[in-house]
């Protein structure tokens, strides 16, 4: 793939990485897994011994259990608040597990049992009837088929009756076509084949899944990052990269980021470092939200100014984030601005307070 694809999927991006997983091991693995589990957990917590990077930053204990998961009967359901990296993580499970990532249902509202199972090519369907050649495979029926890892984004963002077309495929592991007749009339899984589901808490709840759904599922929860030094350091490293990409060629200010990371950090537990309660955002407050920041920081300095983002420009970038999910939220973050900023020392901070005036409304 070449380089205007703004973000190629990760057996793309870490192509390298995997194809030297996979040399390196020669270990035991599950059927119809591209590497083994060891060398899996490796390119997801990172190696540095053997320039593998750390993508997922969280308990390596987690991976293990998934992992396991992927290797058994059962499907693997990732939850958790929004922007705790429940996507990224299923994207890499699947590409160090099937080397590709890209047999994925993104779920929603409309989502159709068409676009899980299979569908027809009208044209064909006319001239041949239903056939294997006018049958259009979707993702589920072709990681089945072909034994990969097959992503189910949001699931519990689908009408329930259409969840519901995961249950045979995930206990008997069979897919039925019944307009096709003889052997074609259904489709077993090979090995290899298994489903990664991600529902996040703040949409419609898994506690409105079928229970029977639940049950052919294990579940992992996926927690925001507990400490300010990881995060920060999550933050700069992957907001460094996007600037580079968006040509952006002045380095980030490290006092920034840690203004930045620590605003985010107190807005979403409702609590600041030296311990007073404060108002909590109701909307999203996440690492995957502040990077996103951090980066338009970075473009607003270096765009409009030719100078790395100041704490200006975070003012300016938040007002976006925090006025998401209701406009009190806009008031909640005037009245951190108000209140938070003057007791700490740091010349970012200061700058924060008195950029405070550009708030909108
Ligand atoms: N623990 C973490 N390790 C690595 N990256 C993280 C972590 N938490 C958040 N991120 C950041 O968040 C981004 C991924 O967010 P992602 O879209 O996967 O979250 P999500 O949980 O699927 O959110 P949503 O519920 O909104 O779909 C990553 O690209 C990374 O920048
Ligand atoms: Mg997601």
């Not at 091991?25 to 590497?35: I, K, L, S, V, Y």
């Not at 890499?92 to 027809?120: F, K, N």
């Not at 983002?309 to 406009?327: F, P, Q, R, S």
Request: with cysteine; aromatic share 6%.
């Amino acid at each position: 793939m070449n380089e205007r694809i703004q973000r190629p999927p990760a057996e793309v991006r870490y192509a390298d990485e995997l194809a030297r997983l996979r040399d390196g091991d020669t270990g035991e693995r599950p059927p119809g897994w591209a590497m083994g589990m060891e060398a899996a957990r490796r390119f997801i917590i990172g190696d540095p011994r053997a320039g593998i990077t750390r993508k997922f930053v969280g308990d390596p204990a987690l991976i293990d259990r998934a992992l396991v998961t992927l290797a058994t009967g059962r499907g693997l359901m990732l939850v958790g608040e929004p922007g705790t990296a429940k996507s990224m993580l299923s994207e890499l499970l699947a590409a160090a597990v099937s080397g590709d990532s890209t047999c994925t249902i993104q779920g929603g509202a409309a989502t159709t049992e068409d676009q899980i199972r299979y569908s027809w090519n009208y044209a064909l369907l006319v001239a041949d009837g239903p056939s294997r050649r006018s049958l259009v495979p979707a993702p589920l029926l072709q990681g089945m088929a072909e034994g990969r890892i097959v992503r189910f984004e949001e699931i519990t963002r689908c009408p329930l009756e259409v969840q519901d077309c995961m249950l045979s495929p995930l206990s008997d592991r069979v897919l039925a076509v019944p307009e096709l007749a003889g052997e074609d009339a259904q489709v077993f899984a090979r090995d290899g084949f298994n489903v990664i589901a991600t529902a996040n808490t703040r949409d419609r709840g898994v506690n409105e899944m079928s229970a029977a759904l639940k049950r052919r599922f294990n579940f992992e929860t996926v927690f925001p990052i507990p400490d300010l030094a990881t995060e920060l350091d999550l933050v700069t490293t992957e907001s460094r990269a996007l600037l580079a990409r968006s040509g952006v060629t002045a380095p980030q200010r490290a006092d920034v980021l840690e203004v930045l990371v620590s605003v985010f950090r107190e807005l979403r537990a409702g609590v600041t470092v030296r311990g007073d309660a404060m108002e909590r955002l109701s909307g999203v407050m996440s690492t995957a939200e502040a990077v996103s920041v951090a980066h338009a920081v970075g473009l607003r300095g270096w765009f409009l100014r030719g100078e790395p983002g100041v704490a200006e420009d975070i003012v300016a970038c938040l007002a976006g984030t925090a006025a998401k999910d209701n406009a009190e939220d806009l008031a909640k973050l005037r009245r951190y601005l108000e209140g938070q900023t003057s007791w700490r020392s740091g010349a970012q901070w200061r700058a924060l307070r008195e950029a405070r005036h550009q708030l909108p409304g």
